[in-house]
């Protein structure tokens, strides 16, 4: 008798806490996934504001879009077929980090110790690769909607809210994905340089040399750790080089190309 | 049940205690939710072979702590991964853990000050579920003699 409370009473705290867990997981759901149905327009429309604010603070240069090609982009994009890709553009940062990323819009941003740390074109074009798989998989719109609501973004591109904007630019350079939209984008990164026959030991090369300069995290830590560990990066690119059938080098003198780079952002 | 007319003060301030102490340990404790739980398991160990009454208000609040630093330890833990490492996202499912953590939290909160007042009175305050595990424990051992005060 005694035995059938305890499993009453059991039933009742279960089915309580289950069923408010239960329903803010029904009644939160369009919220999280709200990114996939957020309108283009209204994404390139936020992608401008936060590249104006860009501007305005620093410089920015327009190095490629589907209207303009740099002189030095050319070989590059040929190579990317970036044409091909849902890149809208592609431009150079004034920044002192070894970094890209992307903006709501389709657009890459390139910051210009990132050229100068490549050794190769295929180093440099791997990470566009990486960047381009983010664009492909919209995690940058995921990751906007999981920190502001869908009303201040409208807001935002309602030109009613300059402090989100600045906001939504800062969280664009300090923030990063997922570790799973990190791999996500890896993955997409070496099937896109199969597709247009890329070598990929480039993309490896670069993992491993920012492994040797970052801050060498320990390997307990890798479950916790947001980007997948260089190690495993690294691991991940070698063992799909392995298969590949044929890959060819970039053709550019990679040297002039970061000159050339470094004098436009002066 | 046992009636707690007859018993002494000093047995149901221990009881009342073993509620109380825990807005302390918490206090030194967060955000580590563990440290008032390794305080409610030492307050155990020293008063163990004490009353049956002291007993069962006792274990009610370290069973209780128990449950809820094992949901405090998970939604730190996954915090963590989401916010400081972002190894994991930020869901529905978290949003629906995050909230019924809290609200175990207030329950657990409310039930023990209701518990230690109940306690202070010599009566006893059965929580869900573990206060009834806590009570056959503790009262249904046929094997233990109940002791009279001294």
Redesign the interface.
């Known amino acids: 008798m005694?035995n059938r409370?305890?499993w009453f009473?059991?039933l009742?705290?279960v089915l309580f806490?289950g069923s408010?867990?239960?329903?803010?997981?029904v009644f939160?759901?369009d919220?999280?996934n709200a990114w996939k149905t957020w309108d283009h327009e209204m994404e390139s429309s936020l992608g401008n504001l936060i590249l104006e604010n860009y501007r305005l603070n620093g410089h920015l240069e327009l190095v490629w879009s589907e209207d303009f090609v740099h002189p030095d982009w050319v070989v590059l994009s040929k190579a990317l077929e970036i044409e091909e890709t849902d890149v809208s553009g592609i431009f150079l940062y004034d920044s002192e980090e070894i970094n890209a990323f992307t903006l709501p819009g389709n657009n890459i941003l390139i910051c210009l110790p990132l050229i100068e740390f490549a050794d190769t074109p295929e180093e440099f074009v791997g990470v566009i690769a990486h960047e381009i798989g983010h664009i492909h998989h919209r995690h940058i719109m995921k990751m906007i909607i999981?920190k502001f609501t869908i009303n201040a973004l409208i807001s935002v591109v309602a030109g009613q809210s300059s402090s989100s904007v600045i906001q939504l630019s800062e969280m664009m350079v300090s923030s990063?994905?997922?570790?799973?939209n990190e791999r996500e984008a890896d993955q997409f990164a070496l099937n896109f340089l199969t597709r247009n026959g890329i070598a990929k030991h480039g993309l490896a090369r670069f993992f491993e040399k920012l492994n040797a300069t970052e801050f060498n995290i320990p390997q307990w830590m890798s479950?916790?750790?947001?980007h997948p560990m260089h190690d495993d990066r690294v691991e991940l690119v070698r063992s799909f080089s392995a298969d590949t059938i044929s890959s060819k080098s970039i053709q550019m003198n990679w040297d002039e190309f970061q000159e050339r780079m470094s004098e436009l952002m002066e | 049940m046992v009636s707690g007319e007859n018993i002494p003060i000093r047995e149901r301030e221990d009881a009342m205690s073993a509620y109380l102490m825990m807005f302390a340990a918490a206090a030194v404790g967060l955000p580590l939710p563990t440290i008032n739980l390794v305080a409610a398991l030492i307050y155990w160990y020293l008063n163990r072979s004490k009353s049956r009454f002291i007993k069962f208000h006792i274990l009610q609040s370290l069973y209780s702590q128990i449950v809820t630093s094992f949901m405090n330890i998970v939604l730190i833990f996954w915090s963590v991964r989401i916010f400081l490492f972002k190894t994991l996202e930020f869901t529905d499912v978290y949003k629906g853990y995050l909230v019924i953590t809290l609200i175990a939290n207030m329950m657990y909160f409310v039930f023990s000050i209701v518990a230690a007042v109940k306690a202070r009175k010599g009566q006893f305050f059965y929580f869900m579920v573990i206060g009834q595990i806590t009570y056959q424990q503790v009262y249904d051992n046929k094997k233990e003699i109940e002791l009279p005060n001294s």
């Open positions: 005694k409370k305890v009473q059991l009742v705290v806490f408010i867990w239960g329903l803010i997981i939160t759901e919220e999280d999981q990063s994905f997922s570790r799973d479950l916790l750790n947001s």
